[in-house]
T-cell receptor, first 115, second 114 residues
Framework: EPEVTQTPSHQVTQMGQEVILRCVPISNHLYFYWYRQILGQKVEFLVS????????KSEIFDDQFSVERPDGSNFTLKIRSTKLEDSAMYFCASSGPQGYQETQYFGPGTRLLVL | GENVEQHPSTLSVQEGDSAVIKCTYS??????FPWYKQELGKRPQLIID?????GEKKDQRIAVTLNKTAKHFSLHITETQPEDSAVYFC?????????????FGQGTTLQVKP
């Protein structure tokens, strides 16, 4: 069964550094998402992406965040200048194809620790 | 605003008993309600979902009910087993633009005692 994959599984960075989290969605999916989960808390929506553009973003997704689909398989989340409070598990999800976009399948996550 | 409330936050049952987790959503336009199971350090795994045109759905030991009028939906697990122990999240899909984001509840930690 196809799965969403993410790399790296863990990332430790210094405050102020840039990080790029990578995701490979399920191959025939058209809708892509990033969520985050601070330790012990609920999963929070960050951004959705469709047709090579952001569809919606949350208040968390400020100017320090960006997403990109650089090629036909990868979907990335960039944090330009990390803050301590960015420490969390980041999940990529995908859904689709057209007309079957409801069910979102989650990747294994990247645990980001900002020191 | 968009919100999903989930109760209880923790639930402990004996093996073989039933477990019920309840959620309430705020956005009346929500039309899709998935439930995810998350084991420690792992990804949320979809276990069952229900759409707004259906009142109940069952899959073996798991069932979900939806009351659109009251904006309530519930997860029912029967004949619980130790491997059911995990954190369970409900979610409501809020359709926006071309996509639909999931708004999650706070999670329920289910412990099934052997």
């Amino acid at each position: 069964e196809p799965e969403v994959t993410q790399t790296p599984s863990h990332q430790v960075t210094q405050m102020g550094q840039e990080v790029i989290l990578r995701c490979v969605p399920i191959s025939n999916h058209l809708y892509f998402y990033w969520y985050r989960q601070i330790l012990g808390q609920k999963v929070e929506f960050l951004v959705s992406f469709y047709n090579n553009e952001i569809s919606e973003k949350s208040e968390i997704f400020d100017d320090q965040f960006s997403v990109e689909r650089p090629d036909g398989s990868n979907f990335t989340l960039k944090i330009r200048s990390t803050k301590l409070e960015d420490s969390a598990m980041y999940f990529c999800a995908s859904s689709g194809p057209q007309g079957y976009q409801e069910t979102q399948y989650f990747g294994p996550g990247t645990r980001l620790l900002v020191l | 605003g968009e919100n999903v409330e989930q109760h209880p936050s923790t639930l402990s049952v004996q093996e073989g008993d039933s477990a019920v987790i309840k959620c309430t959503y705020s956005d009346s336009a929500s039309n899709y309600f998935p439930w995810y199971k998350q084991e420690l350090g792992k990804r949320p795994q979809l276990i069952i979902d229900i759409r707004s045109n259906v009142g109940e759905k069952k899959d073996q030991r798991i069932a979900v009910t939806l009351n659109k009028t009251a904006k309530h939906f519930s997860l029912h697990i029967t004949e619980t087993q130790p491997e059911d122990s995990a954190v369970y999240f409900c979610a409501a899909r809020v359709f926006s633009g071309n996509t639909g984001k999931l708004i999650f509840g706070q999670g329920t930690t289910l412990q099934v005692k052997p």
